[in-house]
Nanobody, 131 residues
Framework: QVQLVESGGGSVQAGGSLRLSCVFFGYTYSSYCIGWFRQAPGKEREGVTTINTGAGGRTYYADSVKGRFTISQDNAKNTVYLQMNSLKPEDTAMYYC???????????????????????WGQGTQVTVSS
């Protein structure tokens, strides 16, 4: 049973930075699609960025965060990071990491992949950006 634990959220002013971490435990396969999602109050959960840990760490970003956010992996620490720079008030949301093995097998490990396709989820970490 894969377990994911996020950390690193907090409150920052616009233009600031945060780094989120997603530690995963109990994995069985050598590759997973790891996605970062976010959900603001009253809005649907949206995909932010993804990394395919088995496909050379291939990454994809939603247009809204491209150039500001960076996803990366540290295999030795079983951790995926989300570095968020130049934060904007509209980035305020609960951020979740999710994982799924089957997605990693194809070409669908991308931010527009529906959240319901992911089997494993963390508990979320809150990011608040003030203007």
């Amino acid at each position: 049973q894969v377990q994911l634990v996020e950390s690193g959220g907090g409150s920052v002013q616009a233009g600031g930075s945060l780094r989120l971490s997603c530690v995963f435990f109990g994995y069985t396969y050598s590759s997973y699609c790891i996605g970062w999602f976010r959900q603001a109050p009253g809005k649907e959960r949206e995909g932010v960025t993804t990394i395919n840990t088995g496909a050379g760490g291939r990454t994809y970003y939603a247009d809204s965060v491209k150039g500001r956010f960076t996803i990366s992996q540290d295999n030795a620490k079983n951790t995926v990071y989300l570095q968020m720079n130049s934060l904007k008030p509209e980035d305020t949301a609960m951020y979740y990491c999710a994982a799924d093995y089957r997605i990693s097998l194809g070409l669908g490990c991308k931010p527009d992949r529906p959240s319901y396709d992911y089997n494993y989820w963390g508990q979320g970490t809150q990011v608040t950006v003030s203007s």
